[in-house]
């Protein structure tokens, strides 16, 4: 399976919008820059449990859904920034990759 980021975006939009509908969440403002920020909290005490510098059951499936849910939120705060992530990656890192070959 290829993974375009754009669809890839388009669905956490659509889940977002449902899961905040359902639950009633007001995501005005800067509501996406700190659930991002709250989300890589989250993989960051995961990433210290696997590393044996924090307590609890280290879990190599939490670590990876906090990496998937901090994917998801970069997703939705660039969406409401304005920022065409693949754009940007392409200026920014895969440029790299165009100058070397």
Same mark, same amino acid.
């Given at each position: ?7 890839? /975006? ?7 919008d ?12 800067? =509501? ?8 890589? #909290? ?14 609890g /059951? ?13 994917? #998801? ?5 660039c969406d #409401? ?11 920014? =890192?895969?440029r ?5 070959t």
């Open positions: 399976m290829t993974l375009n980021l754009k669809a890839l /975006q388009d669905d956490v939009l659509r889940i977002s449902i899961y905040a509908a359902e639950h009633g969440i007001d995501r005005s403002g800067d =509501w996406a820059l700190l659930k991002l920020q709250e989300e890589l #909290g989250e993989l960051t005490a995961e990433h210290l449990r696997i590393s044996g510098r924090a307590r /059951q280290a879990d190599a499936q939490a670590q990876a859904d906090e990496a998937a849910d901090v994917l #998801g939120m970069l997703l939705i705060y #409401g920034a304005g920022i065409d992530l693949e754009q940007a990656m392409q200026r920014k =890192w895969l790299w990759l165009e100058e070397k």
